[in-house]
């Protein structure tokens, strides 16, 4: 008789979300989509529990909650300056992000990269069954398949990676660069959100490494074949819609459009990143106003941008870089009535947020580079059907592939930036509802849960 195994699902990132959360209403999709799957094909999300031990135990936190298990381990103070605070944070992601002058390379960051992606792999592995779908994120933990096969583990395995893969001559002047890549070829399934993105990668590894491609799209390194596939993720768009028609978004709504005093709202919201392009951003909503000074006074602009990752010292310059900007800018042109900028550093709640999004007439996302970028498919969610707003995108946002009906633009450009800025606030609604009706077609149709089956899917063994 044959015995089918049922494979369960065992998630690896560097934080985990509690399904405790959901109740607070404060998920992303992601973790929406992940706890979905966790809850139907059961299994168990583990990372790191955000909290430090003097010495490293290993020993696990387990939570059961909602019909999901989480797994966490508490890490060393040292473990998290060298690889949160230091490798993944100060080398890997302003390196990947195209920012070398920002990138450092030290070899303790190193160090304790590795360090922490063996002590992932060796607290996690007695929490692997046999046919179990291993799925790890992100670049805190690219070599944790690897540690893994080291333990002797054989399972299917997966890697996706959540920010753009580098250009080969920028990703090359990260010392020991070769080891890192070579290791994705441990898994089985390396998943990235564009086809830029993927060809960056296939470019490297067949040029410089010696891949080679095959006819069915594996890519073989000496003896690992993996496959290399484009899964952009997406949001829950049935529940943004759903949020954005809440009592809590239209209170938010209504309390914004009051404050506003009938001006068109011009919104952004970004965690507080160099690599969102928020200096490049305001310095083009200024241009604008310069050009427009008959449009001075009847817009104004807010930007929410929660300060993140504070412990790195770039995020603290670029914070204190865009508290000078905005308030040179409000000084500059402010009245008595009218303050150009609303500038926000905290947080809210997904269904105010939604409400947020739809009081603003245009969403201006424009990344200097974004792997994806959520903002811009939630600000589309959050639209009213019949009289929409505009979403102006940086082509450098993965997003871009996708969105091809956003005002897409380049950021580094402020006189195109601004051109686009008085485009979306002329524009007619008939060109606005035939804009925004393509958008959503592809943002319900490539939502989250659509993403998590296209990985998963090609993850499961054929
Ligand atoms: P992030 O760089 O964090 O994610 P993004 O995709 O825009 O960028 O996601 C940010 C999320 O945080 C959104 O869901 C947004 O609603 C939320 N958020 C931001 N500011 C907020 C505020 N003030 N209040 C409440 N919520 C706020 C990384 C990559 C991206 C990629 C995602 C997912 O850098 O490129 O899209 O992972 O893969």
């Known amino acids: 008789m044959e015995r089918r195994e049922v494979s369960r699902l065992v998630v690896i990132s560097n934080r985990v979300q509690s399904p405790k959360a959901s109740s607070a209403g404060n998920q992303g999709g992601l973790a929406v989509a992940l706890l979905a799957a966790l809850r139907e094909k059961g299994g168990v999300w583990f990372g790191w529990s955000g909290e430090t ?5 290993g020993a696990i936190g387990l939570e059961q909650a909602d019909g999901v298990a ?7 103070p040292q473990d998290v ?25 030290e070899r303790d960051f190193e160090g304790g990269y590795l360090r922490v992606n063996r002590r992932f792999a060796t607290t996690v592995r007695p929490l692997i069954g046999e ?18 096969r080291r333990l002797g583990l054989t399972n299917r395995l997966g890697f996706f990676l959540h920010i753009p893969w580098p250009p080969s001559q920028i990703l090359m002047s990260l010392p020991s660069h070769e080891p890192l890549v070579r290791s994705l070829f441990e898994y ?26 095959g006819e069915d799209g594996a890519v073989t390194l000496g003896d690992r ?28 709504r209504d309390r914004l459009h009051m404050s506003a005093t009938g001006r068109s709202i011009i919104v952004g919201v970004d965690r507080l990143d160099y690599s969102k392009g928020l200096p490049e951003r305001f310095a083009s909503y200024e241009r604008f106003l310069l050009r427009n000074p008959d449009l001075q006074g009847l817009v104004l602009m807010l930007q929410i941008a929660p300060p993140s ?44 947020l939604a409400g947020i999004y739809r009081a603003a007439r245009v969403a201006l996302v424009t990344p200097l580079r974004d792997g994806m970028n959520l903002v811009a498919k939630e600000y589309v969610a959050a639209q009213d059907p019949d ?76």
């Open 53 to 57: 031990v003097g010495a490293f135990t």
């Open 70 to 76: 989480t797994a966490t381990v508490d890490l060393e």
């Open 81 to 105: 300056d060298e690889y949160y605070n230091g490798y993944a944070n100060r080398s890997l992601w302003p390196l990947f992000h195209n920012r070398i002058d920002l990138t450092r390379f």
């Open 131 to 148: 046919g179990d779908l291993v799925w790890v994120h992100d670049y805190h933990l690219i070599p944790l398949g690897r540690e893994l």
């Open 188 to 213: 089985d399934v390396v998943g990235f959100h564009t086809p830029d993105w993927l060809d960056a990668f296939l470019h490297h590894v067949t040029r410089h490494l010696g891949a080679v491609v």
């Open 225 to 252: 074949a993996i496959r290399a596939i484009v899964a952009p993720i997406g949001i829950d768009a049935g529940e943004f819609e759903t949020a954005a028609r809440s009592d809590p978004a239209r209170f938010a």
């Open 309 to 352: 990752r504070e412990k790195v010292d770039t995020y603290r310059a670029i914070r204190a870089e865009l508290d000078e900007l905005s308030g040179r800018i409000n000084g500059e042109f402010a009245d008595i009535d009218w303050v150009p900028i609303r500038y926000v550093n905290k947080g809210y709640p997904r269904d105010e």
């Open 387 to 462: 009289d929409p707003g505009v979403l102006i995108l940086s082509i450098f946002a993965g997003a871009a592939a996708q969105l091809r009906d956003a005002l897409l633009v380049n950021p580094y450009s402020a006189d195109e930036v601004a051109d686009a800025i008085a485009l979306a606030l002329g524009m007619p609604r008939e060109e606005r509802v035939r804009r925004w009706r393509s958008l959503i077609a592809n943002i319900r149709r490539e939502d989250v849960f659509w993403w998590r089956d296209r990985f998963i899917g090609a993850l499961e063994p054929r």
